[in-house]
């Protein structure tokens, strides 16, 4: 697969779930988009990294079914095994691979997805850096915190956006490819508190989904209270922001 290839689908992704708005009312949606952190060829990895990988399209649950299956990250002469954890979104499946030991420095590994009967699903690669990284990121603190409900061709967007005061900060991973943690409790009518755990995409700003896919969907009239978190390439969790509480609106117009 091309570069070109790679960022046309990564970019789509992005427009997808809500994290880059469309430029057009109407938009197409990518058939497949694949979204990893680190990315594709990264170098300079902490060696206890947790790879983040989002898949959006078709294929993606068969590609979760055989990561839980067994999956390795391999490196010339040895692997690790790799335990995926998913969270499950509106059109993507998310997962989060936990190393069984940490990884070799200044090494490069490689995750192969392929079906039984030989066809790659998947295809991934990192190098790693010389050592670990064990400190959390900078505590996120959003603000300008808004629902929002838009049609478009293929889908509607509903999500609750905000804004962060300030960049994103770490010590080994670029703020460009911090991710963000939503520690949620849904508040229906009729229903029970619905707690949950929402991951999503590098750069995305907001809990829920764009015109075809996104972190998790939103029911109308329902109250979120959640915590943002920021991830590192490690898994390092910052401190949560202060919580926030939304109300999704009620009527959803065309």
Same mark, same amino acid.
Request: net charge positive.
């Given at each position: 697969?091309?570069?070109?290839?790679?960022?046309?689908?990564?970019?789509?992704?992005?427009?997808?779930?809500?994290?880059?708005?469309?430029?057009?009312?109407?938009?197409?949606?990518?058939?497949?988009?694949?979204?990893?952190?680190?990315?594709?060829?990264?170098?300079? =990895?902490?060696?206890?990294?947790?790879?983040?990988?989002?898949? *959006?399209?078709?294929?993606?649950?068969?590609?979760?079914?055989?990561?839980?299956?067994?999956? *390795?990250?391999?490196?010339?002469?040895?692997?690790?095994?790799?335990?995926?954890?998913?969270?499950?979104?509106?059109?993507?499946?998310?997962?989060?691979?936990?190393?069984?030991?940490?990884?070799?420095?200044?090494?490069?590994?490689?995750?192969? =997805?392929?079906?039984?009967?030989?066809?790659?699903?998947? #295809?991934?690669?990192?190098?790693?850096?010389? #050592?670990?990284?064990?400190?959390?990121?900078?505590?996120? #603190?959003?603000?300008?915190?808004?629902?929002?409900?838009?049609?478009?061709?293929?889908?509607?967007?509903?999500?609750?956006?905000?804004?962060?005061?300030?960049?994103?900060?770490?010590?080994?991973?670029?703020?460009?490819?911090?991710?963000?943690?939503?520690?949620?409790?849904?508040?229906?009518?009729?229903?029970?508190?619905?707690?949950?755990?929402?991951?999503?995409?590098?750069?995305?700003?907001?809990?829920?989904?764009?015109?075809?896919?996104?972190?998790?969907?939103?029911?109308?009239?329902?109250?979120?209270?959640?915590?943002?978190? =920021?991830?590192?390439?490690?898994?390092?969790?910052?401190?949560?922001?202060?919580?926030?509480? =939304?109300?999704?609106?009620?009527?959803?117009?065309?």
């Amino acid at each position: 697969m091309s570069a070109t290839t790679i960022a046309v689908a990564s970019f789509l992704l992005l427009v997808a779930a809500g994290a880059v708005a469309p430029a057009p009312a109407r938009a197409d949606c990518a058939a497949k988009a694949d979204t990893f952190s680190p990315p594709r060829g990264a170098r300079d =990895v902490p060696t206890n990294v947790k790879p983040f990988i989002a898949l *959006y399209g078709y294929g993606r649950a068969q590609v979760v079914k055989l990561l839980r299956a067994g999956a *390795y990250l391999r490196a010339k002469g040895h692997r690790v095994k790799v335990t995926p954890r998913a969270y499950t979104g509106y059109a993507t499946e998310s997962v989060v691979l936990s190393p069984a030991s940490a990884l070799r420095p200044n090494t490069t590994y490689s995750l192969d =997805v392929t079906t039984p009967q030989g066809a790659r699903l998947l #295809s991934y690669s990192f190098t790693t850096g010389a #050592s670990r990284d064990t400190r959390a990121p900078g505590s996120p #603190s959003p603000r300008n915190v808004k629902h929002t409900y838009t049609r478009f061709g293929c889908g509607p967007a509903d999500r609750i956006a905000f804004e962060l005061a300030g960049a994103l900060s770490d010590d080994k991973t670029p703020a460009k490819a911090l991710r963000l943690r939503f520690d949620v409790v849904e508040r229906a009518p009729g229903r029970k508190p619905h707690k949950r755990v929402v991951v999503a995409l590098p750069g995305s700003r907001s809990l829920g989904h764009g015109m075809c896919a996104g972190n998790a969907e939103l029911r109308p009239c329902a109250t979120y209270d959640f915590r943002v978190s =920021v991830v590192d390439y490690a898994g390092n969790i910052s401190a949560p922001s202060p919580k926030l509480s =939304v109300k999704t609106k009620c009527r959803r117009t065309p």
